[in-house]
């Protein structure tokens, strides 16, 4: 009989312990992830496939990204760290253009956007010395802010795309009337961004009492101080909402020119064309 030479015991019992542990609570997690698919398909939400799609793409990214992470960590390099973070930022517009795949130039119009607002707060917070100068430090808050930067970015695209469909004779009347682009959309771009920042303002008004973030969570369960892990809670909290206005404000200024023509018309189709 054809014998294998890889042992999968032996290769599960030369991993740390803390390694073989996430790995089994891993594995009975996925009970919940069964819950999670049947109450979505018993509600007939049509996200079932995307759960499972998602869970094995994200494990394989992170897992991928953690290994990455390990080598970057040992170098120290800035350098090297910032790329990394560009990598991520640029990763993050190419997500949102496959989730807005019907509206066209989101890349050229995210990218910049989450750049600045992603990349350029890290940068800014690393330069005043609010963060340390560690990957350990910067690679993950700039996960958290670019993330953040990403879900408005795709809300103020949709929002503002929407929007011009639904209110199209409105947005002409405007227009019509002597309204530039930016003054026919303002209330939209200004909705969207309150609307983005309201989950992390409902998580900052109620910190500590009815929830604790991520980034205290970790660095307590790390074995750090729960009050140094706390002021750097509120300082991710404040690079985060810095992030999202800025990231908000330019991806809706650079959009504005995919929704109308150099002569100002309107160029975005009914709905149902």
């Known amino acids: ?28 997690a996925m009970i919940l992830l069964a819950i999670l698919i049947l109450v979505t398909r018993w509600q007939g939400l049509g996200v079932g496939s995307k759960l499972i799609v998602g869970t094995i793409r994200g494990t394989i990214q992170i897992i991928l990204m953690a290994l990455i ?14 790329i990394v973070l560009s990598f991520m930022a640029t990763f993050a517009a190419y997500t949102t253009r496959g989730n807005l795949d019907k509206i066209p130039g989101v890349m050229k119009t995210s990218l910049p956007g989450i750049f600045v607002g992603g990349v350029g707060v890290m940068f800014l917070a690393t330069i005043l010395g609010i963060v340390k100068p560690t990957g350990e ?20 695209l949709d929002r503002m795309w929407g929007n011009a469909q639904k209110q199209r004779a409105l947005m002409e009347t405007a227009l019509a009337l002597g309204a530039t682009p930016l003054q026919a959309t303002d209330l939209t771009i200004r909705e969207s961004i309150r609307s983005g920042m309201l989950p992390n303002l409902n998580r900052y008004a109620s910190l500590g009492i009815v929830s604790i973030p991520g980034l205290m969570s970790g660095m307590i369960i790390g074995g750090a101080s729960p009050v140094a892990a706390a002021f750097y809670q509120v300082i991710i909290f404040i690079m985060i909402f810095l992030s999202t206005v800025s990231c908000g404000i330019i991806v809706s200024r650079l959009f504005l020119k995919q929704m109308f023509n150099e002569r100002m018309q309107l160029t975005v189709p009914p709905p149902d064309s």
Do not use: C, K, R
């Not at 430090?137 to 103020?156: E, H, Q």
């Open 1 to 28: 009989m054809m014998q294998f030479g890889f042992d999968i015991m032996a290769w599960f019992n030369s991993l740390p312990t803390d390694v073989e542990q996430a790995i089994v609570s891993y594995i009975t």
């Open 69 to 82: 992470l390990v080598e970057i960590f040992a170098l120290e390099n800035m350098i090297i760290i910032y």
């Open 137 to 156: 430090f910067i690679i993950p808050m700039g996960g958290m802010v670019i993330g953040n930067s990403m879900g408005m970015t795709a809300l103020v």
